[in-house]
């Protein structure tokens, strides 16, 4: 076993009638047993120990501050779960607990408990269940749409922010399309927020349909653990044909991998950003992204008098066969 057993941490916001509920379901269930803290927390190790021989698994309500100051220094290992309202704020909280579930549903938030638990030990891919189970709590994808979940991924939508020919622009309704010419660029927004729990990883990459029509993703796709935030694309459009993306519309696929255990969460400037400004560069008319655009200008200007030479040497080769066909 990873863990010895768990700890609810109900944040502010949350009913405590809803955890009192979610820990009655938790009992139910038959292998768990709740512990009931005293004022000096510490005099409980001795029952956490008996209840772990007996097979059970220890169940804490705490608050952050109680868990950081007591419990975190007992001789156990447990794996923390912040309860929270959906849309309160926890950034605090976020970084302090392995998984921050939303209390949406009290059912969905005990079979997921349990599920974690259940795969405590193990890594690898995620399925459509648990997918679906992990996004029902706003884990993963926030308020993200079950018609989006694949058998193993999550479709990602295109945004309205992205970054075009050295400008800031956004999409809408009577300006639904992104035209990306050939041998360009463009930096897309997706229109999901993704939330990571500190034991899981993704990996993104564009869609099969956009791929055979020459786009590819010429940044890193990685997703860290414990990153919040939106996920912004720089597609490159390697064709000679202008390529169309859609606002709303599916155009990269993300995938989840568990880790064996729980990793330090992601704390890099893009934390929960959601803006496209902040992935851009002070000096980006100066730097790599306008220095590939040159590259890019260069290319289409050589591929464009390649074209003339190509279409003049066709044009003389069919003016010498029509002289020779006159004199024939």
Request: glycine letters at 6%.
């Amino acid at each position: 076993m990873l863990y010895d057993g768990i700890v609810l941490i109900k944040s502010l916001g949350c009913d405590i009638s809803d955890v009192n509920e979610l820990i009655n379901m938790l009992s139910n269930n038959g292998r768990f047993k709740y512990l009931k803290l005293n004022e000096n927390p510490n005099l409980e190790k001795e029952k956490i120990e008996h209840i772990i021989k007996k097979n059970k698994i220890p169940v804490i309500l705490s608050s952050l501050d109680i868990y950081s100051n007591d419990i975190e220094q007992w001789n156990f290992k447990f794996m923390t779960v912040l309860i929270y309202k959906a849309g309160e704020n926890i950034d605090i909280e976020w970084k302090k607990c392995i998984y921050s579930i939303a209390n949406k549903s009290i059912e969905n938030t005990c079979r997921l408990l349990v599920k974690l638990w259940e795969l405590q030990c193990t890594g690898g891919g995620f399925s459509r269940s648990l997918i679906e189970l992990m996004i029902d709590c706003d884990l993963l994808v926030k308020n993200g749409n079950k018609c989006n979940i694949s058998n193993a991924s999550y479709d990602l939508s295109l945004g309205d922010e992205y970054y075009y020919a050295g400008n800031i622009n956004s999409l809408n309704d009577k300006s639904p399309f992104v035209a990306i010419e050939p041998y360009d660029y463009v930096i897309a927004s997706c229109a999901e927020k993704v939330q990571m729990p500190r034991d899981v990883v993704g990996r993104f990459d564009v869609s099969v349909n956009l791929f055979c029509q020459g786009i590819i993703l010429s940044n890193s796709t990685q997703v860290d653990p414990g990153f919040r935030g939106k996920l912004f694309c720089l597609l490159f459009n390697t064709s000679n044909k202008v390529v169309y993306l859609k606002r709303g519309t599916h155009f990269v696929t993300l995938e989840f991998n568990k880790l064996i255990e729980p990793t330090t969460a992601y704390n890099g400037k893009y934390e929960n950003e959601d803006s496209i400004v902040a992935y851009l560069p002070s000096n980006v008319m100066q730097g790599a992204i306008n220095e590939l655009k040159k590259e890019i200008e260069k290319l289409r200007s050589e591929n464009q008098k390649m074209q003339g030479i190509y279409l003049s040497a066709l044009a003389l080769f069919l003016a010498i066969i029509s002289i020779f066909l006159v004199i024939k």
